[in-house]
């Protein structure tokens, strides 16, 4: 690292995490500089989600340290961060889901205004102009007076992406925002993704979209059983990978391989 | 005809018509009051249920299987015969029946509201608390609107039970519609028409209850 470079946006050092007996993350250490989109690739279950709901803390971890901008949380078994604490940390780092998670008793523009209302205590006008242009950015200006039963799954994730804008995040988490979409549904999301990493947003994701990742973001960690196994750019950990297992897990997606093998 | 007939005669009853009036005034201010009551306690214990806790937990669950895994009855008669004998201070029926009704459907009141709060996905509270909402601002803006949906139709069951039961407080002397349909009879000699009579004003209450409660039920299903 050249002392000229900025420390990095997001930096997770040695993060443990189990469930029940179920070691989930081992000793997990990644680092994501501002501006940058890191993906997470690897089997399910192999702690990437879990990993991802640990950068802000929906997942408390047993051990390691978080930092997300200049906010430090350092965990200690059974030393919890009070309630307003993990809020205001929870505040400046977006995320995504893969299952949504609209507020199914509130119009796409009550969605998107929540948290600038309720949690930054804005003045209701602004909330809703706020969010008015937010929806605008993901397209949905027209929708904005609909109930999430009213949209499509795309629209759906559209409008939680604009959701986690509305707080101006430092960092935007997408926990496989894709895999619940049908297939014609996918390109609208990564569209607006892909304006984000355009716009210099930092980001973490959780994919299976090969080819997405590739091409979007600038560090790809394959991760598997809790740990990274390999870590670097696309092009060495998706088109040459070292390690055993991350070949294994690539060879499933054949056709990609031999998309890029061709180009 | 080796039956005995039977001459039915309701006319009597108007005699006793406010005494009627009187106890069915008991029965819904009874029905009322431990609904309000219950609820107060049902929220409050519901809502700390919640807690992760054991400490917390403990003492509320201990309550609610207290008073739903013993009969109504057992407990009227509990608290107005035993308890004092417990504390050495005489519980006037009234007040006795009053506390007993509203604990009683308090325990199921905080159960229906603890089951209507565990009902919203795991998803809702992921994405309020992503959004950095703290612990009672998911309760209140996220999760409680769209629980509330879900308690209304057992709510609204357990409170129309909750008619029915305070029917028991007629064994302590508390002057409710039951009771004085046992003065009337013991006045009277005449069972048949009286509880007959008792009965008939029930459903006559109920009944409509019943019916609006499944009405509500059908339109919050069609709004979902």
Known sequence: MS????PPMIEVSD????????QVLKGISLEVRKG??????????SGKSTLLR????????ERGRVRVGDQIIDCARGKLPADKELASFRARTGMVFQLFNL?????????????????????AGEAKELAMALLAKVDLADKAHDYPSHLSGGQRQRVAIARALAMSPEVLLFDEVTSALDPELVGEVLDVIRSLVEEGMTMVLVTHEMAFAHEVAKTVAFISDGAIVEIGSPRDVLEMPQNARTQAFLARFHSFARTFART | MTAVTYHWDFSFLWMYRWLLLKGLGFTIVYTVGSIVFGLIVGLLVGLLRLSKSWLVNFPLIAYIEAFRCTPLLVQII???YAFPVLVGVDIPAHAAGMLVLSLYTGAFYAEIFRGG????????WDAARAIGMRHIQVLRRVILPQAVKRMIPPFINQS??????????STIAVADLLYQGQLITSATYRPLETYTTVAIIYFAILFPLTVGAQVVERRLQKSD
């Open chain 1, 3 to 6: 002392a000229a470079e900025p």
């Open chain 1, 15 to 22: 993060l443990w995490k189990a469930f029940g007996s179920l």
């Open chain 1, 36 to 45: 940058s989109a890191v993906a997470l690739i690897g089997p399910s279950g």
């Open chain 1, 54 to 61: 640990c950068i802000n803390l929906l997942e408390m971890p």
């Open chain 1, 103 to 123: 507020f199914p008793h509130m119009t796409a523009l009550q969605n998107v205004s929540a948290g600038p209302l309720f949690v930054k205590k804005l003045p």
């Open chain 2, 78 to 80: 509990w608290f107005y």
């Open chain 2, 117 to 124: 709060v565990i009902s919203i996905e795991r998803g809702q």
């Open chain 2, 160 to 169: 129309i039970i909750q008619l029915k039961n305070t029917s028991l407080v």
